[in-house]
């Protein structure tokens, strides 16, 4: 499938998602948890940048890759989420653009090498890559970060 088919896709099935539920996390002092906020603050970014891409130069994504993704994503949420499909179909587009089309890592990063998931000279590392890749299903093996090299644990 052609990337700009699948951004088609993509934005048809979030056009009805409650994005301004998510974007209030970001603020709401009900929230506590800095990751809950950082996940709803790049999630929703995310979300304004699948409807402002343009694809100028179009590929090919393999259909059995799509395919594959959907069926992790799936696995999860009906493990762990009780099959919540409003969610699940937010989750499945936000990770098909940002690891298939965007190339940029599934969890919020930043430039401070400090953090989980950051940006240094043009790639992406991620801390907990190697040890959650191995899990069932992993989300991990689409994601565009590396594994952080020794000489940058520390």
């Not at 990751?35 to 891409?53: G, H, R």
């Amino acid at each position: 499938m052609k990337a700009s088919k699948l951004l088609k896709i993509i934005r048809e099935d979030l056009k009805d998602y409650p994005i301004e539920y998510l974007r209030n996390k970001v603020t709401d002092d009900r929230y506590k948890d800095p990751l809950t906020k950082k996940l709803a603050k790049y999630n929703s970014d995310v979300y304004d940048e699948i409807y402002s891409a343009e694809i100028s130069d179009d590929f090919e994504i393999k259909d059995g890759v799509i395919k594959n993704m959907r069926a992790d994503i799936g696995y999860y949420f009906d493990t762990y989420a009780g099959g919540d499909e409003e969610n699940k179909r937010f989750t499945e587009g936000i990770s098909l653009y940002l690891a298939l089309i965007a190339k940029k890592p599934l969890h919020p990063y930043f430039e401070d090498k400090k953090e989980e998931v950051f940006h240094l000279n043009g790639d992406y590392y991620c801390r907990g890559r190697a040890k959650y890749i191995h899990d069932k299903r992993s989300l991990c093996r689409y994601c565009v970060t590396k594994n952080v090299p020794f000489n940058m644990m520390f």
